[in-house]
């Protein structure tokens, strides 16, 4: 079954071994686009093409940030002291002891200093390596697999308010070609009343009709509610459809929008033009909803 999908999720993986512990950290929020942002510990950025590959192939929207954090286990985190430097830095200040400048020089103290004890991480086995990259993509995986959960429960929600709000346009739309059916005499009877009073003689019967037929063809809005009546059609195939949906949802709206505005700017009277307003306000909700969707 097809599912609509939001942007705003968040999911959390952990894997272990004898290396120690990845996690991998996934949120998203809303973004025209995809944006993938994927911040890696040192050591492990070999890995960013593929991380960046993933998120592609998971998500079509959205700021998409993924964080990997790596614990290495004790036993397997060694460490060295480079005695030559240890010797190197206190022959180096040996001369200021003997001026009584400086105390002599102690193990804690040459310990403390950079690169004096280092990590042999650079020398771990290919295994250690390839086992540490195997569980950081499966982590990844996991985590975008959370991540689609939970944006897929948004956009569960906001199908359910989508649905809604394309009804209500549809309503609307129907409200507006039942009253639009009686435009034609009511544009007649107006034309009439304002040259009774203007020409009190009256006015020719074919003037009259000419004149009322002139204005009933510039109100005419049936090509604006057909294609609304079409829209309709369309968002509903989409919101059924699901994912990816949001940049077509969009474009709908904004289709929606300029039928609204013509059908106001055609209304030959105040209950039609009500009925347009009505239209444009159900159409910014709906232009704001779909900004959420994927």
């Known amino acids: 079954m097809a599912v609509l999908s ?31 942002r994927v911040r890696l510990p040192q050591g492990l950025d070999r890995l960013e093409t593929e991380f960046r590959n993933r998120i592609k192939a998971a998500f079509t929207r959205g700021s998409v940030a993924v964080n990997l954090n790596f614990e290495r286990a004790d036993s397997a985190m060694g460490l060295q002291i480079d005695r030559d430097l240890m010797r190197r830095l206190a022959e180096a200040g040996r001369d200021l002891v003997e001026e009584g400048l400086a105390a002599p020089a102690r193990v804690d103290g040459l310990l403390s200093v950079r690169g004096v004890v280092r990590s042999d991480d650079g020398e771990q086995s290919d295994e250690i390596d390839a086992a540490i990259d195997a569980a950081a993509l499966d982590a990844l995986d996991a985590a975008l697999d959370g991540l689609k959960d939970a944006r897929a429960e948004e956009g569960a929600a ?46 020719d019967p074919d003037r009259l009709a000419q004149e009322a037929a002139a204005l009933a063809v510039r109100a005419d809005v049936r090509e604006e509610l057909d294609r609304l009546d079409a829209h309709v059609e369309a968002a509903r195939a989409l919101l059924k459809a699901g994912s990816p949906a949001g940049r077509k949802l969009d474009f709908l709206a904004q289709e929606f929008n300029r039928e609204a505005n013509t059908l106001c700017s055609k209304a030959a009277d105040r209950a039609l033009t009500e009925i347009g307003l009505a239209l444009k306000h159900a159409v910014d909700q709906l232009r704001e909803q779909v900004q959420n969707v994927e």
């Open 6 to 36: 939001g942007m705003t999720g968040f999911a959390r993986a952990e894997r272990s071994g004898e290396f120690g512990t990845v996690s991998v950290e996934a949120r998203s929020v809303n973004g025209k686009g995809l944006d993938a």
């Open 158 to 203: 906001m199908g359910k308010v989508l649905a809604a709000q394309v009804g209500e346009i549809e309503a609307l739309t129907k409200k507006a070609a039942s009253h639009a059916a009686s435009q034609p005499q009511a544009i007649r009877d107006r034309v009439k009343a304002k040259f009774d009073e203007l020409l009190p003689q009256g006015l």
